[in-house]
């Protein structure tokens, strides 16, 4: 096995790990909101996507994918953490009378 | 080996390797610093208090690596970034914003298609720029990457069409099923494997990718609108993996860590909602509908249906001190949440002690009902959790179950023979009074009938769950 791979390999399931017991921890209530922030996080994605659509001497077939994935990746980023701020901000407690 | 209708991408093998050359040491500090942003954005959402300063704390993560990547040597052509940045900013704005709350579970399996589309066509691209000089590790990773990002990008159109219902909620299903489903992936699995050990011939590739598309069509379509929670979980689950499986492909660790942490969570969901269900995934992903022996509608309910009137059950209401609401997904439907938040001023006002008691299936998506309900305006100290309320219903006067049926049905618990015997349930028929409000006596998603409604404690409200809440809301301003 390479040394990339390997510590690559190491990184995700100590994330998973980690994720796991983080993610243990959230309230029933918020599993919506987890849903659709977990999303956005993993839209980070779109790091891969830039490299790609961004490399000038590509192919314009590989620029095209990239750009295409950009995009996707994008509606996530932006979406994502918009539609999890606006369900978190719904949650209020009892006003005080 | 290089099939001759591959020549124009041949030649950039030797100058397109986008991700070989070494990151700049301040962008992978600033990597390391949104992996750090991510997991507390995940972190604080453990409590009310701090969940919001996690969603900032994930983006400030987010926009830092994004410009970092932006600024990096190798990206020279902007032209494109910004065109497609705009077009997926815009959209993500819109479907942010105009998404009313009962079609977040749609929306949801919709951003899961477009992040698993991103991850899968990336992985398209590096295999073309790449394909003659692949190591079986590279390839590996690729064919891994391109399998989860199409069958997670069509599986998740399915769901979302499911759940919006322009495709039927029904289980669709078709002789061989599940063999022709199987041979479907093993198929695409085999051609990943040729992939790997012959990665050159490059025509192996759109096989491989139709495979997969066609592989997420058939697992999904199979699955009826009320397993959506845990198949919704389960896509969230692949989202992720696709994610992490590209950070693979790409060797960029912050895509790995940000894929594993949605690939957990949305292993957790997936468990606690075939928890929830007492199902398995196995079950749920291949098993087909029940067919099993279930009592007669008849012999359940036959002369012992007792209805009641909005004025009645106002009467029972204007004598309780402690209601307890029941919503599940016939609420949903009905759009009864901002009636069904109305009802809860009423009666309180009154000096009713009110809580509502939330199944982790109700709903659509998990915790979908928690955020309808917040959108009603019901503070979420008054949602309390399955296990947080089941041993105190021997203390409630009155529940109202609205468009609930298999999850208040004790014969989960009493009847071991039942077809949902062992699933979770709310202990309603432990109540002094139970009222269910529900259009007909016809059976929910296990399609057997609920000896609850037969009780002597039992009191039936046919109509509409909004309507009904209302017509309750008007009878209790009258009494």
Same mark, same amino acid.
């Given at each position: 096995?390479?040394?990339?791979?390997?510590?690559?390999?190491?990184?995700?399931?100590?994330?998973?790990?980690?994720?796991?017991?983080?993610?243990?921890?959230?309230?029933?209530?918020?599993?919506?909101?987890?849903?659709?922030?977990?999303?956005?996080?993993?839209?980070?994605?779109?790091?891969?996507?830039?490299?790609?659509?961004?490399?000038?001497?590509? =192919?314009?077939?590989?620029?095209?994918?990239?750009?295409?994935?950009?995009?996707?990746?994008?509606?996530?980023?932006?979406?994502?953490?918009?539609?999890?701020?606006?369900?978190?901000?719904?949650?209020?407690?009892?006003?005080?009378? | 080996?290089?099939?001759?209708?591959?020549?124009?991408?041949?030649?950039?093998?030797?100058?397109?390797?986008? =991700?070989?050359?070494?990151?700049?040491?301040?962008?992978?500090?600033?990597?390391?610093?949104?992996?750090?942003?991510?997991?507390?954005?995940?972190?604080?959402?453990?409590?009310?208090?701090?969940?919001?300063?996690?969603?900032?704390?994930?983006?400030?993560?987010?926009?830092?690596?994004?410009?970092?990547?932006?600024?990096?040597?190798?990206?020279?052509?902007?032209?494109?970034?910004?065109?497609?940045?705009?077009?997926?900013?815009?959209?993500?704005?819109?479907?942010?914003?105009?998404?009313?709350?009962?079609?977040?579970?749609?929306?949801?399996?919709?951003?899961?298609?477009?992040?698993?589309?991103?991850?899968?066509?990336?992985?398209?691209?590096?295999y073309?720029?790449?394909y003659? =000089?692949l190591t079986p590790m590279h390839t590996g990773a690729i064919a891994?990457?391109?399998?989860?990002?199409?069958?997670?990008?069509?599986?998740?159109?399915?769901?979302?069409?499911?759940?919006?219902?322009?495709?039927?909620?029904?289980?669709?299903?078709?002789?061989?099923?599940?063999?022709?489903?199987?041979?479907?992936?093993?198929?695409?699995?085999?051609?990943g494997?040729?992939m790997i050990?012959?990665p050159?011939?490059?025509?192996?590739?759109?096989?491989?990718?139709?495979?997969?598309?066609?592989?997420?069509?058939?697992?999904?379509?199979?699955?009826?609108?009320?397993?959506?929670?845990?198949?919704?979980?389960?896509?969230?689950?692949?989202?992720?993996?696709?994610?992490?499986?590209?950070?693979?492909?790409?060797?960029?660790?912050?895509?790995?860590?940000?894929?594993?942490?949605?690939?957990?969570?949305?292993?957790?969901?997936?468990?606690?909602?075939?928890?929830?269900?007492?199902?398995?995934?196995?079950?749920?992903?291949?098993?087909?509908?029940?067919?099993?022996?279930?009592?007669?509608?008849?012999?359940?309910?036959?002369?012992?249906?007792?209805?009641?009137?909005?004025?009645?059950?106002?009467?029972?209401?204007?004598?309780?001190?402690?209601?307890?609401?029941?919503?599940?997904?016939?609420?949903?439907?009905?759009?009864?949440?901002?009636?069904?938040?109305?009802?809860?001023?009423?009666?309180?006002?009154?000096?009713?002690?009110?809580?509502?008691?939330? =199944?982790?299936?109700?709903?659509?998506?998990?915790?979908?009902?928690?955020?309808?309900?917040?959108?009603?305006?019901?503070?979420?100290?008054?949602?309390?959790?399955?296990?947080?309320?089941?041993?105190?219903?021997?203390?409630?006067?009155?529940?109202?179950?609205?468009?609930?049926?298999?999850?208040?049905?004790?014969?989960?618990?009493?009847?071991?023979?039942?077809?949902?015997?062992?699933?979770?349930?709310?202990?309603?028929?432990?109540?002094?009074?139970?009222?269910?409000?529900?259009?007909?006596?016809?059976?929910?998603?296990?399609?057997?009938?609920?000896?609850?409604?037969?009780?002597?404690?039992?009191?039936?409200?046919?109509?509409?769950?909004?309507?009904?809440?209302?017509?309750?809301?008007?009878?209790?301003?009258?009494?």
């Amino acid at each position: 096995m390479s040394t990339t791979l390997a510590s690559n390999l190491f990184v995700f399931i100590l994330a998973a790990f980690l994720g796991y017991e983080v993610v243990r921890r959230v309230s029933p209530q918020l599993h919506t909101p987890l849903m659709a922030l977990t999303n956005a996080i993993s839209a980070i994605s779109v790091v891969g996507a830039l490299t790609l659509a961004g490399a000038g001497y590509g =192919h314009i077939l590989l620029i095209t994918l990239g750009a295409i994935a950009l995009a996707c990746a994008m509606v996530n980023v932006v979406g994502g953490f918009m539609i999890t701020d606006r369900m978190l901000k719904m949650f209020k407690k009892r006003k005080e009378k | 080996m290089v099939p001759a209708s591959f020549p124009a991408l041949t030649g950039l093998v030797a100058t397109l390797v986008p =991700h070989a050359a070494p990151l700049p040491w301040y962008v992978t500090v600033i990597y390391m610093a949104a992996a750090v942003s991510f997991v507390f954005s995940l972190k604080w959402l453990n409590s009310h208090k701090t969940a919001r300063r996690g969603v900032k704390m994930g983006e400030i993560g987010m926009a830092a690596a994004i410009l970092a990547t932006v600024f990096l040597p190798e990206v020279r052509h902007y032209n494109w970034i910004i065109i497609a940045g705009i077009i997926g900013s815009g959209i993500g704005i819109l479907l942010a914003v105009l998404t009313p709350m009962t079609a977040v579970p749609q929306q949801t399996a919709l951003s899961h298609a477009f992040g698993a589309l991103a991850a899968a066509l990336v992985g398209t691209a590096e295999y073309y720029s790449q394909y003659s =000089h692949l190591t079986p590790m590279h390839t590996g990773a690729i064919a891994f990457e391109s399998l989860l990002g199409y069958l997670t990008f069509t599986g998740s159109l399915i769901a979302a069409g499911k759940l919006q219902e322009v495709l039927p909620t029904r289980p669709i299903s078709y002789p061989f099923q599940n063999p022709i489903n199987l041979s479907v992936l093993a198929l695409a699995v085999a051609c990943g494997i040729w992939m790997i050990v012959s990665p050159a011939h490059a025509l192996l590739y759109p096989l491989f990718m139709v495979l997969s598309l066609l592989f997420g069509v058939l697992l999904i379509i199979p699955i009826g609108g009320g397993d959506m929670p845990t198949v919704i979980a389960l896509l969230n689950s692949y989202a992720g993996l696709s994610a992490a499986a590209m950070g693979f492909v790409v060797n960029n660790k912050l895509l790995i860590i940000g894929g594993a942490l949605e690939g957990s969570s949305g292993f957790i969901l997936s468990m606690i909602m075939c928890k929830a269900m007492n199902r398995s995934f196995l079950n749920v992903l291949f098993g087909q509908a029940k067919i099993e022996k279930a009592a007669k509608a008849d012999d359940v309910y036959g002369g012992k249906i007792k209805t009641v009137t909005a004025e009645e059950i106002a009467d029972i209401l204007d004598g309780a001190r402690r209601v307890v609401i029941v919503p599940g997904y016939g609420l949903a439907v009905a759009q009864a949440q901002h009636a069904t938040g109305e009802l809860f001023e009423t009666l309180t006002a009154r000096g009713v002690d009110v809580e509502f008691a939330i =199944h982790p299936v109700a709903g659509r998506m998990p915790g979908h009902m928690n955020v309808l309900l917040a959108e009603a305006d019901i503070p979420y100290d008054h949602l309390k959790e399955m296990d947080q309320i089941n041993e105190q219903f021997d203390d409630v006067d009155v529940v109202i179950v609205n468009g609930a049926n298999d999850v208040v049905n004790p014969d989960a618990r009493d009847n071991a023979n039942s077809p949902i015997a062992g699933m979770p349930i709310l202990n309603v028929d432990k109540a002094r009074t139970v009222v269910v409000i529900k259009r007909s006596l016809s059976p929910g998603f296990a399609g057997i009938p609920n000896p609850l409604f037969a009780r002597d404690n039992c009191l039936m409200f046919f109509s509409d769950g909004k309507k009904a809440t209302l017509d309750i809301i008007q009878a209790l301003k009258k009494t």
